[in-house]
Nanobody, 129 residues
Protein backbone atom coordinates (compact mmCIF):
# COMPACT_ATOMS: atom_id res chain seq x y z
CA UNK A 1 0.00 0.00 0.00
CA UNK A 2 1.44 3.33 -1.12
CA UNK A 3 1.68 6.09 1.48
CA UNK A 4 2.63 9.73 0.96
CA UNK A 5 4.03 12.25 3.43
CA UNK A 6 4.63 15.91 2.65
CA UNK A 7 7.20 18.13 4.32
CA UNK A 8 8.74 21.57 3.90
CA UNK A 9 5.76 23.82 4.43
CA UNK A 10 5.93 26.97 6.51
CA UNK A 11 5.65 30.72 6.42
CA UNK A 12 7.43 32.78 3.76
CA UNK A 13 7.32 36.40 2.69
CA UNK A 14 5.90 37.35 -0.67
CA UNK A 15 8.56 37.18 -3.34
CA UNK A 16 10.46 34.50 -1.49
CA UNK A 17 11.00 30.82 -2.18
CA UNK A 18 9.99 27.56 -0.55
CA UNK A 19 10.50 23.91 -1.43
CA UNK A 20 8.16 21.06 -0.61
CA UNK A 21 8.95 17.36 -0.58
CA UNK A 22 6.76 14.29 -0.64
CA UNK A 23 8.15 10.94 0.45
CA UNK A 24 6.61 7.80 -1.02
CA UNK A 25 6.64 4.67 1.10
CA UNK A 26 5.07 1.22 1.07
CA UNK A 27 5.92 0.41 -2.55
CA UNK A 28 9.19 -0.70 -4.04
CA UNK A 29 9.04 1.11 -7.38
CA UNK A 30 7.24 4.43 -7.81
CA UNK A 31 8.03 4.69 -11.51
CA UNK A 32 4.56 3.25 -12.20
CA UNK A 33 2.92 6.24 -10.54
CA UNK A 34 1.86 9.58 -11.91
CA UNK A 35 2.47 12.14 -9.15
CA UNK A 36 0.93 15.55 -8.57
CA UNK A 37 0.68 18.49 -6.23
CA UNK A 38 -2.68 19.97 -5.26
CA UNK A 39 -3.54 22.83 -2.96
CA UNK A 40 -6.62 23.90 -1.09
CA UNK A 41 -7.27 27.24 0.53
CA UNK A 42 -10.05 27.67 3.12
CA UNK A 43 -13.45 27.76 1.47
CA UNK A 44 -12.06 26.86 -1.94
CA UNK A 45 -11.96 23.71 -4.03
CA UNK A 46 -8.83 21.59 -4.22
CA UNK A 47 -6.75 22.78 -7.18
CA UNK A 48 -4.21 20.81 -9.18
CA UNK A 49 -1.10 22.98 -9.50
CA UNK A 50 1.50 20.60 -10.90
CA UNK A 51 1.79 17.06 -12.20
CA UNK A 52 4.71 14.97 -13.40
CA UNK A 53 4.74 11.83 -15.51
CA UNK A 54 6.21 8.52 -14.46
CA UNK A 55 9.62 9.12 -15.95
CA UNK A 56 9.59 12.85 -15.30
CA UNK A 57 9.58 13.65 -19.00
CA UNK A 58 6.28 15.54 -18.99
CA UNK A 59 4.92 18.04 -16.51
CA UNK A 60 1.80 20.17 -16.17
CA UNK A 61 1.36 23.49 -14.38
CA UNK A 62 -1.77 25.46 -13.69
CA UNK A 63 -1.84 28.97 -15.09
CA UNK A 64 -1.68 30.36 -11.56
CA UNK A 65 1.79 28.92 -10.90
CA UNK A 66 3.32 28.54 -14.36
CA UNK A 67 6.75 30.13 -14.52
CA UNK A 68 7.08 30.26 -10.73
CA UNK A 69 6.75 26.64 -9.56
CA UNK A 70 8.72 23.60 -10.70
CA UNK A 71 7.83 19.97 -10.10
CA UNK A 72 10.41 17.17 -10.11
CA UNK A 73 10.80 13.65 -8.87
CA UNK A 74 13.47 11.17 -7.88
CA UNK A 75 12.29 7.64 -8.51
CA UNK A 76 15.46 6.32 -6.92
CA UNK A 77 14.86 8.27 -3.70
CA UNK A 78 11.09 7.76 -3.95
CA UNK A 79 10.44 11.47 -3.58
CA UNK A 80 8.42 14.21 -5.26
CA UNK A 81 9.37 17.87 -5.07
CA UNK A 82 7.77 21.26 -5.62
CA UNK A 83 10.06 24.29 -5.84
CA UNK A 84 8.14 27.50 -5.35
CA UNK A 85 9.65 30.84 -6.34
CA UNK A 86 8.33 34.40 -6.29
CA UNK A 87 5.49 33.25 -4.05
CA UNK A 88 2.38 35.38 -3.66
CA UNK A 89 -0.16 35.71 -0.83
CA UNK A 90 -2.66 33.86 -3.02
CA UNK A 91 -0.37 30.81 -2.89
CA UNK A 92 -1.34 30.40 0.76
CA UNK A 93 -3.00 26.98 1.11
CA UNK A 94 -2.63 23.44 2.34
CA UNK A 95 -0.51 21.58 -0.20
CA UNK A 96 -1.06 17.90 -0.89
CA UNK A 97 0.85 15.36 -2.93
CA UNK A 98 -1.12 12.70 -4.74
CA UNK A 99 -0.38 9.51 -6.68
CA UNK A 100 -2.10 7.30 -9.21
CA UNK A 101 -0.86 4.14 -10.88
CA UNK A 102 -1.23 5.31 -14.47
CA UNK A 103 0.62 7.23 -17.13
CA UNK A 104 0.01 10.97 -17.35
CA UNK A 105 1.71 12.06 -20.51
CA UNK A 106 1.93 15.26 -22.46
CA UNK A 107 -1.64 14.95 -23.74
CA UNK A 108 -3.26 14.32 -20.36
CA UNK A 109 -5.95 16.81 -19.33
CA UNK A 110 -5.40 19.07 -16.30
CA UNK A 111 -5.33 17.05 -13.06
CA UNK A 112 -8.46 16.67 -11.01
CA UNK A 113 -8.67 15.35 -7.43
CA UNK A 114 -10.80 12.44 -8.65
CA UNK A 115 -7.93 11.32 -10.90
CA UNK A 116 -5.82 10.33 -7.88
CA UNK A 117 -6.44 7.70 -5.25
CA UNK A 118 -3.51 8.11 -2.88
CA UNK A 119 -3.07 11.30 -0.86
CA UNK A 120 -0.77 12.70 1.75
CA UNK A 121 -1.92 14.54 4.87
CA UNK A 122 -0.86 17.94 3.56
CA UNK A 123 1.59 20.64 4.55
CA UNK A 124 0.61 24.25 5.17
CA UNK A 125 2.15 27.08 3.16
CA UNK A 126 1.51 30.63 4.31
CA UNK A 127 2.72 33.61 2.30
CA UNK A 128 2.81 36.92 4.12
CA UNK A 129 2.79 40.30 2.42
Amino acid sequence: QVQLMESGGGSVQAGGSLSLSCTVSGYTDIINYCLAWFRQAPGQEREGVARISRSGSWSYYSDSVKGRFAVSRSNGKKELYLTMKNVKPEDTAMYYCAAKNYQCGADAPPPRPSDFDVWGQGTQVTVTS
